[in-house]
């Protein structure tokens, strides 16, 4: 039974930080493309980062380019993401999801790909 779960959302003020963490259950994520969306109330889901961990991969969006961070601990199987820099922009629910390896090499990542996602976390930057 695959499980991701969510944690650390919350509310920033405009120019702080949060960090967000996926803990993966029921699989070895290693072995997948791990993703971060968000959605933003009216809009559509998108891609804010992904990793391949096992090959260094990592892919941002061009808003989140030199404030966040992806990063995988194989240990403990949870992916994190660093948000530093906090714009209002950024207010969203922001979601883990899983999805095969191949999809972390190719050039457009879209919610399709995606096999495997978690309950979401709510992020407000004020």
């Known amino acids: 039974h695959v499980q991701l779960v969510e944690s650390g959302g919350g509310l920033e003020q405009a120019g702080g930080s949060l960090r967000l963490s996926c803990v993966a259950s029921g699989y070895a994520s290693d072995r997948y493309c791990m993703g971060w969306f968000r959605q933003a109330p009216g809009r559509e889901r998108e891609i804010v980062a992904a990793?391949?961990?096992?090959?260094?991969?990592?892919h941002y969006v061009d808003s989140v380019k030199g404030r966040f961070t992806i990063s995988k601990d194989n240990v403990n199987n949870t992916v994190y993401l660093q948000m530093n820099s906090l714009k209002p922009e950024d207010t969203a629910v922001y979601y883990c999801a899983a999805a095969p390896t191949a999809v972390c090499f190719v050039h457009s990542i879209l919610p399709g790909d995606f096999d495997y996602w978690g309950q979401g976390t709510q992020v407000t930057v004020s």
């Open positions: 990793t391949y961990a096992a090959l260094n991969r990592t």
